[in-house]
């Protein structure tokens, strides 16, 4: 198979370039993981990615295949269309290769408080909760943090400061779902104080195309506009749906 | 200098289409079923008390909707203050400006 | 490449960003249009509104305003605002059913882009003829 790879090596480039490498598949190559894997073991061992889990659970290896974001570890290989470009998450600063600076984006994750804020006195065991209130949560607390949504929205790209992206708005949608955060009006205020923070979101539904656990910013936004405007909305979580297969 | 916070600036935008949507559809309609086939009869259409109201409704909220919608594009595109300073109450003005085309064509509309 | 004596800590990093290399989805062509026309339609407003004056304004500038309608230069631009027009309402009417969660996971998200995209092309095409 014929792969392009995004290749920078800040120590002796003066400027990115895509290098090419051909590599016959063997059997156990399943994932793309494996195969960039084997040729870091076997043709250039300088190539860098990050990656640890390989199951699609960590997050670490999201990379930008043939032009659209996604986890190498669970990308089915023998699927891609040829020759295959792999290239680092769009707007993100290259360190190395297929390594991104994620400093930006956890900024704007923890400018939304990803914590319970609850100052009642704590109960005996835990705060509890009624699976029913266990339920909004589902279809945002899965989220990795693997910043596909986020370096695939054409908002985030342009506004990376001020806006604060799929990943944190829909963690910011999480808090305001849990039933036993008490910052519910303190956090809509904060996403409302500008036109920046969450207003620049137009649903063009970048982040929902890409989410490697199948899970909807753009409709997480959606619901948080209208709880601004108080209108509770359709109780229970946000559906998660199938990945659709990167090519 | 008109300032919308993020959700009313969104709220205005719909709320404007809503009503666009509808006088659109509507005009349209009425368009096909019964085109005016002359000055006169368009000039009719056009000066019922009802149809002006609507009519400058439609440009103030035409004009209000575009305003969010371009204010939008230069929030996302240009990041240099100064140039955005003086980008929006250009825009602003010119919109302004419109509204009172408007009004003045309507205005005189009765004879 | 040359090789670099000076401290690489030092250079900004590059970013990857080129728009011709990452895959735009059928919901981001949808928007992407959608501002697209929007603009356009805005920057006909003002001409739009020296029309309508002039038809109102009596019998014989009413003629002329019709009588723009045998400009080709002025079919060509009308055909360019039906599209504009077409494409607004449609992907502005998506984005209305989404707000209230109307069709706004994946599968009907796609569906409904792709109907906003061909849309506003075929009624274009249908303008187009007509009038040339």
């Known amino acids: 198979m014929h792969f392009s790879i995004f290749r920078y090596n800040p120590e002796h480039d003066d400027k990115p370039y895509m290098q090419d490498f051909r590599i016959d598949l063997e059997s156990s190559d399943l994932m793309l993981l494996d195969v960039i894997l084997r040729i870091k073991n076997v043709q250039d061992d300088s190539l860098t990615i990050r990656r640890s889990c390989r199951e699609g659970i960590c997050g670490s290896d999201a990379i930008n295949i043939n032009g659209r974001n996604g986890l190498a570890c669970v990308t089915n290989v023998r699927k891609l269309r040829e020759p295959v470009e792999l290239r680092p998450l769009p707007s993100f600063p290259v360190v190395r290769d297929l390594v991104v600076d994620m400093s930006r984006f956890w900024k704007q994750y923890h400018s939304i408080r990803p914590y319970l804020v609850n100052d009642e006195p704590p109960p005996e065991k835990e705060r509890l909760q009624s699976p029913a209130e266990r339920e909004r949560l589902d279809g945002s607390y899965e989220c990795i943090m693997c910043g596909c949504c986020t370096s695939q929205c054409p908002s985030s790209w342009w506004n990376p400061d001020t806006f604060v992206g799929p990943a944190g708005l829909l963690q910011a949608y999480r808090f305001i779902s849990d039933s036993r955060d008490r910052a519910t009006g303190e956090r809509l205020q904060d996403l409302n104080r500008d036109p920046y923070r969450l207003f620049r979101c137009r649903t063009i539904m970048n982040c929902t195309e890409v989410c490697p656990m199948g899970l909807s910013p753009s409709r997480a936004i959606e619901r948080i506009r209208l709880r601004m405007l108080d209108v509770e909305g359709h109780g229970g979580g946000l559906a998660r749906h199938r990945v659709p297969t990167v090519r | ?111 | 490449m040359a090789t670099r004596t000076t401290s690489a800590t030092k250079r900004q990093r590059p970013v990857f960003l080129d728009l011709t290399q990452i895959e735009m989805p059928v919901g981001a062509l949808a928007s992407i249009g959608h501002r697209l026309s929007g603009v356009v339609l805005a920057t006909g407003v003002p001409f739009g509104i020296y029309l309508l004056d002039r038809s109102l304004r009596s019998p014989q500038a009413y003629r002329w305003v019709l009588g723009l309608c045998d400009d080709i230069a002025f079919r060509i631009a009308a055909i360019v605002f039906v599209w504009a027009l077409s494409h607004h309402l449609l992907a502005g009417t998506r984005h209305l059913l989404s707000d209230v969660d109307i069709g706004s996971q994946l599968p009907a998200a796609r569906r409904s882009a792709w109907i906003a995209n061909i849309g506003g092309v075929a009624i274009a095409l249908l303008a187009a003829g007509a009038w040339l």
């Not at chain 2, 005016?36 to 259409?45: I, M, T, V």
Request: hydrophobic share 65%; no cysteine; glycine share 8%.
């Open chain 2, 1 to 111: 200098m008109i300032t919308l916070t993020g959700l009313r600036a969104w709220l205005v935008q719909r709320a404007t289409a809503v009503y666009m949507l509808a006088f659109i559809v509507l005009f349209l309609a009425r368009f096909v079923i019964a085109p005016p086939r002359s000055y006169d009869e368009w000039h009719g259409l056009m000066s019922g008390a009802g149809m002006i109201a609507a009519t400058v409704l439609f440009f103030a909220a035409l004009l209000t909707h575009a305003w969010v919608g371009l204010r939008d594009v230069v929030l996302d595109y240009v990041h240099v203050v100064a140039l955005r300073a003086v980008l929006l109450p250009l825009l602003a003005l010119g919109l302004v400006a419109l509204g009172t085309w408007i009004v003045r064509i309507f205005w005189t509309i009765g004879g």
